[in-house]
């Protein structure tokens, strides 16, 4: 059988006297494609930290006496350089790290994500690497950046890097974390147009975000996150509801399908 991504139980997040997440217990499937949805502040974010080993959990915020358990792909304990070479990730922190180097070329951005690094110094890069870099630079519709510096890129464009980057070790699964924030519109529709294609290909697919209209139609199961708990985990169709997303977002949401997608707004 194989193990889920990632099981958590009774886990908790504490920074200072304020809770992260709170005593929440979760199974995310590998092969499923997810998306995590909640306002900002709910514990998106912590939860991916949760998974990359970024943080770790504390004593439960309610006194329910341990840390809990995070178990990632069946592991609980992980060297985190192995564990991010069968993990892509794409979040703001990442995108700042990169594109803040001045000196960080293109292609050797994707090309670290064969060694968990920023950069390539230091280490042994093969025909084989470049090959698959510049595979998935084409994948992405930026192969024709190379040669270009990460601090000069537009938003989008480094986005789309980075999941090149993510993408050229074949991960287990790819984790988004707000991938489309900064976007204007239409470079927004073409982004998620790439992620639907990634989605297709049988890689696994976590995306976090607190937009409706950002869940690809390949996403078809929700976990929403309130103040630190999950308030629902099941099917789309079963959430993105009215009634639902009035209690998510404290405020009364109509909900709209326009093809393949879903659109909310407030009342």
Known sequence: MTPPLLSID??????????LLNSVSLTLPEGRHTAILGRNGSGKSTLVQLITRQIYPTVGAEGDGGPGEVRILGRAHWDVFELRRLLGVVSPAVQSDFTSDEGLEVFDAVVSGFFAARGVWNHRVTEAMRRASREALE??????????RMATLSTGEARRV?????????PRALLLDEPCGGLDPATRRQFLEALRDVARSGMTLVLITHHIEEILPEIDHLVLLR????????TKDALLTR?????????????????????????
Not at 140 to 145: C, D, I, R, T
Not at 162 to 170: E, F, Q, T, Y
Not at 247 to 265: C, I, K, N, Y
């Open 243 to 267: 009634p639902v997303l009035s209690d998510l977002f404290g405020l009364p949401v109509t909900v709209e399908r326009r093809g393949d997608w879903f659109w909310a707004h407030l009342d």
């Open 139 to 148: 994948r992405m519709g930026v192969a024709h950046l190379i040669g270009r």
């Open 162 to 170: 980075l999941i090149a980057r993510a993408l050229v070790h074949k």
């Open 10 to 19: 009774r886990v908790s997040v504490a920074r200072g006297d304020r809770a």
């Open 227 to 234: 103040e630190g708990r999950v308030l629902a985990d099941g």
